[in-house]
């Protein structure tokens, strides 16, 4: 089957540095997004990767090993606006979204 | 300004109850999608339509129909609903269908729906 393994919750000091985990098990590969959703919300786009390295935009950073099947989200100089749940999905073989369940980011003063 | 419009935003609905969420699109996207999202799980894939005149089964069609009359309207219809369906709809829509780029989506602010 189709897996999409990421952190259910992680906590974070408001300045600080996350690291948030996605690891993927799917029938091909033809990108991986992550998305960002605050309570209550609509997800809304921050990156995507279809080769491997590093993507950066602004304070977001994504990462993507296709080899290990694994990406991070890098979030630096945390704000309290970033307490929100990030969204990892992959575009399988066939082009769908295969969605994991999100991790809830805690951002403390 | 731009984007997706759903609604209702939140509903009770009786078990046995027919009902229809709304979503309207003003972006002239190609393509637009119905996922459901509940506690713990990933965003799951109803129905989708690649251009107006076409719809696809997703993940989890069962109970659920959709129709795509024109380019801007992606109706979802519960015929008989089940407290099971008691989830939060989202609607999305991208420019592509998924083949060429990013295909990134954009989502509607999403339907709360109970089914007692």
């Known amino acids: 089957g189709q897996n999409i393994d990421q952190p259910t919750e992680m906590t974070a000091t408001e300045g600080a540095i996350v690291q948030i985990n996605c690891t993927y098990q799917t029938s091909g590969f033809n990108g991986l997004f992550w998305y960002q959703q605050h309570a209550g919300e609509a997800p809304t786009f921050l990156s995507y990767n279809v080769l491997d390295g590093l993507e950066e935009k602004g304070r977001f950073s994504s990462f993507l090993s296709r080899s290990k099947g694994y990406s991070y989200l890098l979030l630096k100089e945390l704000q309290m606006k970033d307490s929100a749940s990030y969204l990892c999905a992959v575009r399988d073989s066939n082009y769908q979204l295969i969605w994991g369940a999100g991790t809830k980011l805690i951002i403390k003063p | 300004i731009a984007g997706i419009t759903q609604a209702p935003t939140s509903q009770i609905l009786a078990a046995g109850r027919r009902m229809t969420l709304r979503c309207t699109q003003d972006m002239r996207h190609n393509a637009m999608y119905w996922y459901r999202q509940d506690l713990g799980l990933g965003l799951r894939l109803i129905h989708y339509s690649n251009t107006a005149g076409t719809t696809g089964k997703g993940e989890v069609p069962d109970g659920y129909s959709v129709s795509r009359a024109n380019t801007d309207d992606f109706p979802l219809t519960l015929a008989s609903a089940v407290p099971s369906q008691t989830s939060v709809y989202f609607c999305?829509?991208?420019?592509?269908?998924?083949?060429?780029?990013?295909?990134?989506?954009?989502f509607g602010a999403g339907s709360r729906l109970t089914v007692l």
């Open positions: 999305a829509s991208s420019d592509s269908t998924g083949d060429s780029g990013a295909n990134v989506l954009t």
